[in-house]
């Protein structure tokens, strides 16, 4: 694995979205929803950070299966509700950018007051929508990472770093 980011890069990413969420919304009640699983740490070392009155909820997706997208399920039973309120989406990374916009659809229908996103990461040259998310940690090259809450078949999301998965990193496809 080659680290794309270490530790105390991460830390001044989180650092930087909490200001802007911070300036933005000031002493406003938000109320943030992650999408799991892949936000759970991103969203854990975020709120610690935000300085309004929070309420926090998830949605959970499912797109992947290894390195290859599949079709999309959304499952949102666990979500608070949004309604007339301020809802910042969290996720952790920003790539074809359909998974964020059909959760964004699905969180609009919900009547909140206003719908903001924010991402760990956004994979440069990888965008299939025309929308970016309002807050963003780091622009990435297009490679495949873990870490921090990034996973490959369930693997690697402890990792305190992000690392970009080489070729002898993934299984042998080969049989």
Same mark, same amino acid.
């Given at each position: 694995?080659?680290?794309?980011? $270490?530790?105390?890069? !991460?830390?001044?990413?989180?650092?930087?979205?909490? @200001?802007?969420? $911070?300036?933005?919304?000031?002493?406003?009640?938000?109320?943030? #929803? +992650?999408?799991?699983?892949? %936000?759970?740490?991103?969203? *854990?070392?975020?709120?610690?950070?935000?300085?309004?009155?929070? @309420?926090?909820?998830? #949605?959970?997706?499912?797109?992947?299966? &290894?390195?290859?997208? +599949?079709?999309?399920?959304?499952?949102?039973?666990?979500?608070?509700?949004? *309604?007339? @309120?301020?809802?910042?989406?969290?996720?952790?990374i920003f790539d074809t950018?359909?998974?964020?916009?059909?959760?964004?659809?699905?969180?609009?229908? !919900?009547?909140?007051? %206003?719908?903001?996103?924010?991402?760990?990461?956004?994979?440069? &040259?990888?965008?299939?929508?025309?929308?970016?998310?309002?807050?963003?940690?780091?622009?990435? =090259?297009?490679?495949?990472?873990? +870490?921090? +809450?990034?996973?490959?078949?369930?693997?690697? @999301? $402890?990792? =305190?770093? !992000?690392?970009?998965?080489? =070729?002898?990193?993934?299984?042998?496809?080969?049989?």
């Open positions: 694995m080659k680290i794309l980011l $270490n530790q105390e890069e !991460l830390d001044a990413g989180v650092e930087r979205l909490a @200001r802007e969420i $911070n300036e933005t919304y000031g002493n406003r009640p938000l109320t943030i #929803v +992650g999408v799991l699983t892949g %936000s759970f740490i991103l969203m *854990a070392d975020l709120i610690r950070k935000l300085e309004m009155p929070l @309420r926090v909820g998830v #949605v959970q997706t499912s797109s992947y299966e &290894g390195t290859e997208r +599949g079709a999309l399920s959304i499952n949102s039973e666990m979500m608070l509700d949004i *309604a007339g @309120r301020d809802v910042v989406l969290i996720d952790d950018g359909n998974t964020l916009q059909e959760v964004t659809q699905l969180m609009k229908s !919900l009547g909140p007051n %206003s719908l903001k996103s924010a991402v760990l990461l956004l994979k440069t &040259g990888r965008q299939e929508v025309d929308w970016v998310p309002e807050f963003v940690a780091f622009d990435i =090259p297009d490679e495949f990472v873990v +870490g921090y +809450g990034l996973d490959f078949n369930d693997e690697y @999301r $402890n990792l =305190p770093f !992000l690392a970009c998965l080489e =070729p002898a990193d993934l299984p042998d496809t080969e049989s």
